[in-house]
């Protein structure tokens, strides 16, 4: 049985896009079944369109609009999820923390790729603070890292993990440009090591 991947995108995709090439080439033995976005407008819809992956379009929206709670959201969202039957849900670059109520449908096979090292700069903006800290003179580095995802926003358990030197000359962007080279890498090599532990 070839395991079966959802993953969830809100942007660009460009992780995405590595995983779809891994997955092309063989370097990770398993099927995308659908990539779902809570933004209709997201890049990585279209990546995913054009690599023959049926896609789902998911929006908060119209719970707020209809008076619904985050959870309601989180609990249609896991069951959605639930009618493809993932062995990983995989999360690339999806803005959204999930609860403990969307979790609970899962047995700690939703992943995440996050721009920091365990412990450092959880939840969002972490390259920017990560980029602060070393101009203050309190980091050298930073990093970036795969992990399993829990209710405690990136306190999972790391499953892959790189760290990322910051030089002197650069610019924030220099960084941002450094990291997400790097995700492109790790990402799918965490993807590969958790399916390998199925």
């Known amino acids: 049985m ?6 969830l995108i809100s942007g660009n995709g460009s992780n995405l896009q590595a995983i779809i090439d891994n997955v092309a080439n063989g370097e990770i033995k398993a099927e995308i ?9 997201a890049y990585g819809l279209t990546r995913a369109s054009n690599a023959s992956i049926p896609t789902v379009v998911f929006p908060l929206k119209p719970y707020k ?22 062995d990983l849900i995989v999360l690339a670059g999806w803005m959204h923390i999930l609860s403990a109520d969307f979790l609970q449908h899962f047995s700690e096979n939703v992943i995440n790729l996050h721009p920091a090292l365990p412990g ?9 603070r990560a980029y602060q800290a070393f101009k203050e ?7 970036a890292m795969v992990h399993k995802v829990i ?15 910051i030089l002197p000359e650069d610019s924030l962007e220099d ?15 965490g993807i590969k090591k958790f399916l390998s532990e199925l």
């Open 175 to 189: 960084l941002e440009e450094r990291i997400h080279s790097i995700e492109h890498k790790l990402l799918p090599a």
């Open 120 to 128: 450092q700069f959880d939840g969002a903006h972490a390259i920017e």
């Open 33 to 41: 079944s659908v990539v779902i976005s809570n933004r209709s407008n």
């Open 65 to 86: 609009e209809a008076g619904k709670t985050r959870v309601e959201y989180d609990i249609d969202l896991a069951k959605k999820i639930l009618e493809y039957k993932p």
């Open 137 to 143: 003179g309190t980091i050298t580095h930073t990093g």
């Open 2 to 7: 070839v395991p079966k991947i959802v993953i």
């Open 151 to 165: 209710p405690a926003v990136d306190r999972g358990l790391p499953i892959l993990t790189q760290e990322i030197p």
